[in-house]
């Protein structure tokens, strides 16, 4: 009754409610997958893909086709022994991690409901709830002002402000968002824009004007290491890295060579095997983490939320994505109240 008997791939296209705009990106809709794992006794299971070709490399038709593949490699396998899975499905880190994170998860999933106990519990169950930010992506200085304000007075203390394509524009637009919004908190999220020396100014300047950043996060280019270093060593605000860790070898490198302060797991980059890798070696190294999202609905945010709240590893939660596009029906295993996520 616990084996697999047939897995399903299927294209899911969503819009935004408005622009999403990062440096170096903007888009108006997202195109996800989601699998169902089916189980002999007809349990299912469900996960879900957020692909991405600017992170991952990742191509959705390429994506889709590889459904005989994953279904020849894990058919019959028991979900009782999922390790056995999540180590077949390691295979596929580099070239398509998304699946590997939605299949890894639909494991569970189907665990879960064969067995009556929530994803959460089986990942340790540590706590029932936990408090996510609400971006806030790259427009003109008055509509991410006014947005900024809204977000806030909803109840979502902590913001993530999207920085990166213009130094001295960014630099006003905080100070702006700062003055409009007392008591919140930011997270700034550069998603590679910055040069070293840009990033240095720009941490410099939040701190000289006591903006209350926790994180500045991803600040240059992912493959730049030494620039990495050198912003983390000169700036007075904790730096964190979010393109530049993929895999569980990355975090390794980078905690290695002292270059970060956090790290931002997102399963849509690791899948959950690397993750709970990623996860043990921030602990020891005594490296904050953060988790994020790429475009989930509700279904993959799930995913990162029972994450979350199974581990208890998290400093800062960015799981708002299922806010930012329109879902016909909401189908995440969780509540929301504000910004908080409860698992059930």
């Known amino acids: 009754m616990y084996r697999i008997s047939d897995v399903k791939l299927e294209v899911k296209r969503y819009e935004y409610y408005e622009t999403f705009h990062i440096t170096g990106s903007s888009r108006d809709s997202a195109e996800n997958i989601e699998i169902k794992l089916l189980l002999d ?9 957020s692909p991405s070709y600017r992170v991952n490399g990742e191509v959705v038709s390429a994506l889709v086709a590889l459904e005989p593949t994953i279904k020849e490699m894990i058919k019959e396998f ?3 022994e999922y390790a056995k899975i999540f180590k077949i499905m390691d295979g596929f880190s580099r070239s398509s991690p998304s699946i590997k994170a939605a299949v890894q998860y639909a494991t569970l999933d189907a665990f879960s409901n064969s067995i009556d106990l929530p994803v959460y519990k089986i990942l340790g169950g540590s706590k029932d709830e936990i408090e996510t930010d609400k971006t806030i992506s790259i427009d003109l200085l008055d509509k991410m002002v006014q947005k900024a304000k809204e977000t806030f007075h909803k109840g979502f203390h902590t913001l993530k402000i999207k920085v990166g394509e213009n130094l001295k524009e960014d630099m006003e637009k905080i100070l702006a968002i ?3 919004t007392k008591g919140a908190e930011y997270v700034v ?3 590679q824009g910055y040069t070293p020396k840009e990033a240095i100014q720009f941490a410099k300047f939040v701190h ?3 903006i209350n950043v926790k994180i500045f996060e991803q600040p240059v280019i992912w493959n730049d290491l030494e620039g990495l270093k050198l912003v983390r060593y000169n700036s007075p605000i ?4 979010d393109e530049g860790v993929k895999t569980k070898y990355d975090a390794y490198r980078l905690i290695k060579d002292d270059c970060v302060d956090f790290i931002n797991i997102k ?4 899948g959950i095997s690397d993750a709970l890798s990623i996860i043990e070696m921030a602990k020891t190294a005594n490296v904050g983490l953060m988790i994020g999202c790429m475009s989930e609905s509700s279904l993959g945010i799930t995913q990162s939320v029972h994450l979350a709240t199974g581990t ?3 400093a800062h939660c960015d799981l708002d994505s299922h806010m930012l596009i329109k879902e016909e029906k909401f189908r995440g295993k969780f509540t929301q109240s504000g910004s908080k996520l409860i698992v059930r």
Do not use: C, Q
């Open 189 to 191: 999220d550069a998603n």
């Open 41 to 49: 006794d007809g349990t299912e299971g469900f996960g879900e893909a």
């Open 267 to 270: 399963l849509m980059k690791s």
């Open 178 to 180: 700062s003055d409009a």
């Open 312 to 314: 208890g590893a998290f």
């Open 238 to 241: 904790p730096i964190a890295v």
């Open 208 to 210: 000289d004007n006591k």
């Open 78 to 80: 028991d979900v009782r």
